[in-house]
């Protein structure tokens, strides 16, 4: 409903595939001294010297994790990089290559699949990541967006989601339940679009909902502020489900119990006053929200002095030694059991 | 039509995602070292060590690269994994590593994904690749799988689309045209069932023609053939697309023609007289066909002798000076211009 609705219409077939590909591909650059040889041939060639190589795919189906009545086709092929450099960035990694794989029914033309190229083109920009490889298909229904990333870190530098011990930190990156909440306020819109389709809604005062929502950025810089802060994590997980799935997640690989202080959340103003509007309580838009990408990530209490004082991170609670001991202790000092209750049930990495 | 239809029908919400895909991934074993970790966090940490990393990603789509209706379920789990390693092995490398991503629609019981899977994993151990991640999805309509595949060489192994040079002589695997015309068994044997449902066809005359379109092979065994032959190749391709698109690709790639000669066109004994049966010139089956997944390639002449007996290998042509120079000589003697026919002109990689 954002969209600019003048762009040209040019039907696929206009043109055929190989055509297609090169019109897509053409303004991507290799950025990597990794990369030994792009798109073009069977398989790219990589070289990761002396690392380890991280991989990670993820898929997104339109009417299942996206909605294009919201959602501009540039923002999706972003947003779609973004939830997979997450996974690299997760591990402690470097992110440094995709595949893109996309399958589009007819009704996309040709100038909407160059929007979402422009979309993956900035992230990789953005990013320091190159295009080397997928596929374009034709679907029989819909848009569907397949992407694999791939990282490197030296062999002591991953960090794994096992790795928690008793009495470590429990850290957060960023700020939590800002996508899922502009996800509310784009909802919204969308029904009072389908009512008054002449509305001009005013969204700036949930600019940064939105923007959470529609443009999320995954946490390139986080690896390399705390190699500068001389900090490994213990264990490490990017929050796509919702902070609560994301603590089960580090508990039940790290074998411990988690301890979270509802009142150390870190929440926007612009989110808890949205929150607010919504009359959702902001805690939940973080627990069970998702969708955030930021890092939720564990360190030994002796690594405290290091990060205390640096603005990226909120310590939120801290590790025990029961497995079953997942517990929020609420503004009110109430011991709450955390559950799964995932921003998405309906789709689950492995 | 020739699936079992008496296996039981669970609908996949009766067990939600992170059980079923426990359920699909738990049959699969770790074989290789390189494997630091395989699927269970935010990404998969491999260590190539001193090969270069060799990745290529195809995407299935239901309806428009497979037809469940004469596909089983447990074939296309193999075949989308031999499209995929297919791809590393033109590089002349060693496939090792695969992710799958799969987006169904809820008509998919649990069962159904179960068959899917049981023929990755049947490709994996045939293969000797793991399984290393990817995504489960719900889709609006159909299926869709999306693979990466990954593997590695040495630096100075991997052969590229260019590097063909004048006087070459051009090499293919196996023999070609099988899985088209296999194809149009099924596609024939689709029509009647669809008039008669009680019919039970004997398929056994075209067992070689539909195994190569049901369950063709990639050719893990082409690199180790080459390299025990001391054979580098100088270019390499797989043919997915036909004979005479792959001719046309190695030509752009590496700037130069090629003659091919019909009567050098390696074709089995059934596929030449089933293609007498659909009245198709078994010449046209292998040139314009695809999905064979053999390997063309090209050598020096100087590796004319170690090759000449070799079963594996027929050589079906030379390479010229001149990139417009792309011809067929017939049976008859007449100069043939090929041209870019492909399979299935709805989809390419990049």
Not at 163 to 174: E, F, H, R, S, Y
Not at 222 to 243: A, E, Q, R, V
Not at 260 to 270: A, F, G, N, Q, R
């Amino acid at each position: 409903m954002f969209q600019d609705k003048n762009i040209p219409k040019t039907p696929i077939s206009d043109i055929g595939e190989f055509e297609l590909i090169k019109k897509i591909t053409q303004h991507f650059k290799i950025r990597q001294n990794k990369t030994i040889l792009g798109i073009g041939d069977d398989s790219s060639v990589l070289d990761f010297k002396n690392n380890q190589t991280l991989v990670s795919s993820d898929m997104l189906v339109e009417g299942i994790h996206f909605d294009l009545a919201y959602m501009p086709l540039k923002h999706l092929g972003y947003k779609s990089v973004m939830v997979n450099l997450s996974d690299i960035y997760a591990m402690n990694g470097k992110a440094s290559h995709i595949l893109v794989s996309i399958a589009i029914s007819n009704r996309f033309t040709i100038e909407s699949i160059q929007e979402i190229y422009k979309g993956i083109e900035t992230a990789c920009k953005n990013y320091n990541v190159d295009l080397i490889g997928g596929d374009t298909t034709s679907s029989t229904s819909g848009l569907i967006i397949s992407i694999t990333a791939i990282g490197y870190a030296k062999k002591n530098q991953v960090v794994l989601r096992k790795g928690a011990k008793p009495n470590d930190l429990m850290i957060v990156t960023g700020d939590l339940g800002g996508a899922y909440i502009g996800l509310q306020v784009l909802e919204r819109e969308k029904a009072v679009f389908n009512v008054n389709p002449q509305s001009q809604p005013d969204l700036s005062q949930y600019s940064y909902c939105i923007e959470r929502q529609l443009k999320p950025e995954a946490r390139k810089d986080i690896s390399s502020i705390l190699s500068d802060l001389k900090i490994t994590p213990t264990s490490m997980i990017d929050i796509s489900d919702g902070l609560s799935s994301e603590i089960i997640h580090l508990s039940e690989s790290s074998k411990v119990g988690f301890i979270l202080y509802e009142d150390k959340i870190p929440l926007d103003s612009e989110v808890t006053k949205t929150c607010e509007e919504f009359k959702i309580n902001g805690s939940i838009a973080a627990l069970n929200g998702g969708e955030d990408y930021e890092l939720l990530f564990t360190i030994n209490q002796k690594d405290y002095k290091k990060i205390k004082t640096s603005p990226s991170f909120s310590i939120i609670g801290h590790v025990t030694n029961d497995i079953n001991d997942r517990h929020m202790i609420s503004r009110l000092g109430e011991k709450i059991k955390l559950e799964a209750q995932g921003w998405n049930s309906t789709k689950k990495t492995y």
